[in-house]
């Protein structure tokens, strides 16, 4: 006994015939009769009685419509117990996101929110990691679904950072990070309009000790050797001397919006300030993975 023969057999049952149960179905009559006849002759009984008004149960056929009607909705409760297992399953998605600690605290909350909006049933779990390196690794080795990272142009990595070795990585550009030329109040350049690159030769530049560093490699590319690079360590503290005029700092806009507003700081008049793109890469293998499509979804949506 199949479930299909069951079904057939109690749509002929319902019916009353072999037409109304292959409309029923949407079969063909000879299928339906087809699919009785191999019931009865793997059980050895009749179980209708055929004549011209159509077809009645006999016994053994009503005796059997007891158990199909049974096996038949323990199967239909079996299926919809099943789907609500694999439905609650997706609610409850989580996605392993890295993300540098340089941006993790500015750059991430409003992903979160995007997420939490248009996806509330995914889970993300957020890993913040000092390097680029080891959050590319991480990427690379399965540890993380995705991370997050700044770049420019049109490949990973176009800032000048490498990336590890293997099948490319995919990536996303999510929103722009502009990035702002501060320096103390009363910079001899505070005033000047229309600044280019050459304007600022011989200035002193305040840089991340880390040679990775996004804004370090954005400064590298927009000014060359041709400034000096003063060692300052991380976003506060080159924030932090640009107000007491050790040097100028190329910073997020998000960082220096506070010192801007309060005068603290001065934004100098650059005509190629560079924008970074927050980027979202992924292994091309786990777009396969429900959680990391969802993911991909509710950030591009």
């Given amino acids: 006994m199949e479930l299909r ?3 057939t057999f109690e749509a002929v049952v319902r019916g009353g015939s072999v037409t109304d149960a292959a409309n029923v179905l949407g079969m063909a009559p000879s299928s339906v009769s087809q699919a009785v006849r191999t019931l009865e002759r793997d059980l050895g009984v009749r179980l209708f009685e055929r004549d011209p008004r159509g077809m009645r149960a006999t016994a053994a056929g009503r ?12 199967v239909e409760e079996a299926r919809r117990e099943v789907r609500a297992v694999d439905a609650a399953a997706r609610e409850l998605m989580t996605v392993r996101l890295g993300a540098l600690e340089s941006i993790a605290a500015e750059l991430v909350p409003p992903i979160l929110a995007r997420l939490a909006e248009r996806r509330p049933g995914l889970r993300v779990e957020v890993r913040a990691v000092a390097s680029r390196d080891a959050l590319l690794a991480a990427v690379r080795g399965g540890e993380l679904d995705a991370a997050l990272l700044l770049d420019t142009g049109d490949a990973l990595g176009d800032l000048g950072f490498a990336v590890p070795p293997g099948a490319p990585l995919d990536f996303l550009d999510l929103d722009p990070v502009p990035l702002r030329l501060v320096a103390a109040p009363g910079h001899p350049r505070a005033a000047a309009r229309d600044l280019r690159p050459r304007d600022l030769d011989g200035e002193r530049l305040l840089v991340n000790a880390a040679s990775s560093c ?35 700092a190329l910073l997020p806009a998000f960082a220096v919006t506070a010192d801007l507003d309060a005068g603290t700081l001065v934004g100098l008049d650059l005509t190629q300030a560079p924008t970074l793109h927050l980027r979202l890469t992924w292994p091309p293998s786990a777009a396969a ?12 949506a």
């Fill in 5 to 7: 023969q069951l079904r």
């Fill in 63 to 74: 005796e059997l419509l007891v158990w199909a009607r049974r096996l038949l909705g323990e």
């Fill in 214 to 248: 996004s804004f370090a490699l954005a400064a590298a590319r927009l000014f060359g050797p041709a400034v000096e690079r003063v060692q300052a360590g991380s976003v506060a503290v080159m924030r932090a001397w640009a107000r007491q005029g050790v040097g100028l």
């Fill in 289 to 300: 993975h429900p959680a990391t499509r969802a993911l991909l979804y509710a950030t591009s």
